[in-house]
């Protein structure tokens, strides 16, 4: 079974501060995809990465990056020079592609608010 | 507006009442999925649509669930004898490709609550 951890329920930060959300994972397969959603209080989710098991390299975009490690089972999430509209709740998820599951493990999501 | 939408927003129904759920995906996506959201967690997997065929079932999905993609266009998720446990958040997402390979789009969710 796959499982996702987000141990921070809530972040606040002042407006310009950096802020990383930590993302942990569990899973037996080898193959699988390492996703972060935004869910502003409108309540979409907005797509943010994905990330395949296979492909470790950090990425930046924007004011976004995204921390990588196999080794810890981690995937976590930098905002840098955090601003009020970065406030909303963040998720990290996994997929697996073996079988024939065709979905989402969510972790719990972290509430962040930017305060101005 | 060319995203995934999904009617009524909000449904407040008395325990017992059957409530029916309709999401209209993005029109060129084939596949279609339904999580549950509560309050404070992340969303959870229901079903899963590939054009019409329902091919995946979460355990969450009692007998009191169904759901149905005619013609692989819009879904609907009917929830009968509808439980206080019901009351959640429903959220239709839609994706071109399998989800672990691509960006699903969500919709704005219908708000359950039974009373």
């Known amino acids: 079974a796959q499982k996702v951890t987000q141990a921070q329920t809530e972040i606040s930060v002042v407006e310009k501060e950096d802020v990383t959300l930590d993302c942990v994972y569990e899973?037996?397969?080898?193959?699988?995809?390492l996703f972060w959603y935004k869910q502003p209080p409108s309540g979409e989710l907005v797509f943010l990465i994905r990330?395949?098991?296979?492909?470790?390299q950090n990425e930046i975009s924007g004011r976004y990056s995204w921390n990588f490690q196999k080794s810890t089972s981690s995937f976590n999430f930098t905002i840098t020079a955090s601003q009020v509209v970065d406030s909303a709740v963040y998720f990290c998820?996994?997929?697996?592609?073996?079988?024939?599951?065709?979905?989402?493990?969510f972790g719990s999501g972290t509430q962040l608010t930017v305060l101005p | 507006d060319t995203g995934v939408s999904q009617d009524p927003r909000h449904k407040i129904t008395k325990r017992g009442q059957n409530v029916t759920f309709r999401c209209d995906p993005i029109?060129?996506?084939?596949?279609l999925y339904w999580y549950r959201q509560t309050l404070g967690q992340g969303p959870e997997f229901l079903t899963y649509f590939q054009n019409e065929a329902q091919l995946e079932k979460s355990r969450l999905l009692s007998d009191r669930f169904s759901a149905e993609r005619p013609k692989g266009s819009f879904s609907t998720l009917e929830i009968q004898r509808t439980e206080q446990g019901d009351s959640a958040m429903y959220l239709c997402a839609s994706s071109k490709r399998d989800i672990e390979n691509t960006e699903a789009f969500f919709g704005q969710g219908t708000r359950l609550t039974v009373v």
């Open positions: 998820a996994l997929a697996i592609s073996s079988g024939s599951a065709r979905q989402l493990t």
């Open positions: 029109s060129e996506h084939n596949r």
């Open positions: 899973t037996r397969d080898t193959t699988y995809y």
């Open positions: 990330r395949n098991s296979f492909d470790e």
